[in-house]
């Protein structure tokens, strides 16, 4: 039988099953008509509830963004995955080959370091080689290939090596600039053609352009991530709004030490820490003009001088956080909730599976 939320004990993450759901649908209908192919990223939930919840409505496989998450995934029976990191280091390339035996796995490269381990590791897996994207930086300046040349070059070390094949592009752009992206993996994808290499797979994505994921029409997959939850910062970019967000944070106000200063019973492990270019550690709901100006370990520190209301000590509040993302790595649980009602309390498979 459903509990309510006021039984929860606090700090706790409440993800909104009607919210969720709505997102999911919506994404999958704009991506339908569009003709674009979806891939979510599941670093966002880190929960195969979810993960199968987005294959069931029309997804063609996922994203994970660490080994670990994979092998998770792979365990819950999810088939088709994408790994876009270099992977490096034995131990880890032999669970890559383990891990390529049990499903359907793509993987990204940068250098020929990261292609000399793979093409090592799957030397004597000619029968089934490993499938290697170039990843390309087009403008977000972290991994990547610095130009299309260098994309033909790398394409060219993976297809000449035994157990790999090249399957084409992956970027992950800077927001905002999808046209800049597009032209990127154009040049890249026509000097591919011209070297006898096309590329199949050309894997964009972002939740913060997803709306104008059909103007990359060269793009063949499209990886959201955080378009199940949203959270502050994509409300701060107009890509959704407040109710639709999908996970808050569940907090007790623990004391009053002034008129107008309040501390929650949640900080640095419970809400994550990033800014994103905004003023305060998260929203909080129902008392629009409070700012969650500091965070400790297990206190949040919040001004209510501008409220015209104030909580009391014992008061719940809900949380939005600047970015969803990592909360999701911050608890052991998540609890489903319609309404004000738990549906159901599960554990985040991936939690903590960063390696």
Known sequence: MPRHIDTLQTPCVLVDLDRAEANLQRAQDYADAHGVRLRPHIK????????????ELGAIGITCQKLGEAEVMADAGIEDIFLPYNIIAPEKLYRLKEL?????????????????????????SAHAPLNVLVECDSGAGRCGVQTPDAAVALARLIAG?????????????????????????EEAAEKLAEAGLPAKTISTGGTPD?????????????RPGT???????????????????????????VSRPTETRAIIDAGSKALTSDLLGMTGYGQVLGYPDAVI?????????????????????????????????PVSNLFDHVNLVSGDHVVETIEVAARGRVD
Request: aromatic fraction near 12%; charge should be positive.
């Open 161 to 185: 090596k035994r157990g790999l094949v090249f399957g084409g592009l992956m970027t992950y752009p800077p927001a905002g600039d999808a046209p800049g992206a597009r032209k990127w993996l």
């Open 210 to 222: 997803i709306w104008r994921a059909h103007e990359t029409t060269i793009a063949t997959e499209y």
């Open 227 to 253: 378009y199940i939850y949203y959270d502050r910062s994509l409300v701060a970019r107009g890509v959704a709004t407040v109710e639709d967000c999908a996970l808050n944070v569940l907090v007790t106000v």
């Open 44 to 55: 966002t939930h880190k929960l195969p509830f979810f993960a199968k919840r987005q294959l």
């Open 293 to 325: 100006y500091g965070l400790s370990e297990e206190h949040g520190n919040i001004d209510f001088t501008a409220s015209a209301t104030k909580p009391k000590v014992g008061e719940r509040l809900r949380i939005l956080p600047n970015h969803a993302c």
């Open 100 to 124: 390529a035996k049990r499903v359907t796995l793509s993987v990204t490269a940068d250098s020929a370091f990261v292609v000399d381990g793979y093409a090592e590791t799957f030397a004597d």
